[in-house]
């Protein structure tokens, strides 16, 4: 594959605008990346030019009529619709973006790590369950059926009750 | 005169020195317009409104950065606003379309309520690639200067250019050159 796919590959998979943004400062530079983007003629072609509008209309006097006092509105703290300063500033928007980019990434490893950690967790031995209860004062050394050591399950439940499961070992 | 002695003529009060800027960007802001909206009537509409705004506000105008991308930016803001109008008109009459009660909405014809024949290389982009592309091919602006109007990072204003430029290159190899407009 040319370098030049890898780097359309590598773009289409990029998760962020800001490497996105850095591939695509590559590919414009590269001639080999640049000849798959039109160039600024072909571009330009394909675009109506103010030269294309032909005779247009004198807005002059609606503009005049509209605004008498320039600056009267001064005294507003609020942004304007439509106007430059309208939207959302830059900066909250890139912390925005990064804050769910992050917290994103953090629920995912959550999910990641109790999943592995479930897969990897032994079933409880009856060695292990009788531990736990003997932290309560229950302790339980060994059970026997048929004259042979069994399988012991012992389980509490959240209202304090304690289930002993004994079942015969094969 | 210079432009910013304008401005600053229009700051004190002389109105009338505005006049020669309006003559001097409606062009390159129609075009602009028209190249993002596709349509000559919003188009005029808009740059109107632009030019009202920034005649209201030009004393919010930052004298050390470029008057025509301050144009340009507010011209943006307009259009995206206008964009959101029409989708919500044509929501509202896509419900009253389906209500029973209310006589069924019928599409204008477009024939005749747009007389723009536009181009269907551009029907592919966002407006916000459209802007990127035509501010970069027509106005000869850099990605740091994209993203300026656009107010973004300059990687995102990049990376509008860089979809723009690459769809529109598909369109033309799959052979749409020979599409009118106007």
Redesign the interface.
């Known amino acids: 594959m040319k370098h030049s796919g890898i780097f359309e590959w590598m773009?289409r998979l990029a998760p962020v605008?800001?490497w996105?943004?850095?591939l695509?400062?590559h590919?414009?530079k590269c001639p080999d990346c640049a000849r798959?983007?039109?160039g600024?003629d072909?571009?330009?072609?394909?675009?109506?030019?103010?030269?294309?509008?032909g005779r247009?209309?004198d807005?002059?006097p609606?503009?005049?009529k509209?605004?008498?006092g320039?600056?009267?509105?001064?005294s507003m703290n609020g942004t304007?619709?439509?106007?430059?300063?309208?939207?959302r500033p830059?900066r909250l928007?890139?912390v925005f973006r990064w804050a769910s980019a992050l917290s994103g990434l953090a629920v995912v490893s959550f999910m990641l790590v109790g999943v592995v950690r479930y897969i990897q967790s032994p079933s409880p031995s009856p060695a292990v369950v009788s531990n736990i209860i003997e932290n309560d004062g229950f302790i339980l050394h060994s059970a026997r059926v048929d004259n042979r050591s069994a399988n012991t399950y012992i389980l509490q439940s959240n209202d304090g009750m304690i289930l002993v499961w004994v079942e015969k070992s094969l | 005169m210079d432009e910013k002695k304008r401005i600053a003529a229009?700051?004190c009060?002389d109105?009338?020195e505005?006049?020669p800027i309006?003559?001097q960007y409606?062009?390159?802001l129609?075009?602009l317009a028209?190249?993002m909206l596709g349509n000559?009537q919003d188009a005029?509409d808009v740059?109107?409104?632009?030019?009202?705004?920034a005649?209201?506000?030009?004393?919010?105008y930052d004298p050390s950065l470029s008057f025509r991308n301050?144009l340009y930016?507010?011209l943006y803001?307009?259009v995206l606003?206008l964009i959101k109008r029409k989708r919500r008109f044509r929501a509202f009459f896509a419900r009253a379309a389906a209500d029973p009660l209310r006589p069924p909405y019928t599409e204008p014809n477009k024939a005749t309520a747009d007389p723009t024949h536009f181009?269907k290389?551009?029907e592919n982009l966002s407006p916000r690639e459209r802007l990127a592309?035509?501010l970069?091919?027509?106005d000869g602006l850099t990605?740091v200067e994209i993203a300026g109007v656009l107010?973004?990072?300059?990687?995102?204003a990049?990376?509008y250019?860089?979809n723009?430029?690459?769809k529109?290159?598909a369109e033309?190899e799959k052979g749409h050159?020979t599409l009118g407009?106007?």
Request: glycine share 8%; charged share 25%; net charge positive.
């Open positions: 773009y605008r800001a996105k943004g850095r695509a400062a590919m414009e798959r983007l039109a600024r072909e571009v330009r072609r394909v675009l109506i030019q103010a030269g294309d509008l247009l209309n807005i002059w609606i503009v005049r509209a605004g008498p320039i600056g009267r509105d001064r304007v619709p439509g106007s430059a300063f309208s939207g830059r928007s890139l | 229009c700051l009060g109105g009338e505005f006049r309006v003559n409606q062009g390159p129609t075009a028209v190249n000559r005029e740059c109107q409104e632009t030019f009202v705004q005649f209201l506000h030009l004393d919010r301050w930016t507010i803001r307009r606003d181009l290389l551009l592309a035509a970069w091919a027509n990605a107010g973004c990072a300059a990687s995102t990049r990376v250019l860089f723009a430029r690459k529109i290159k033309l050159e407009y106007l």
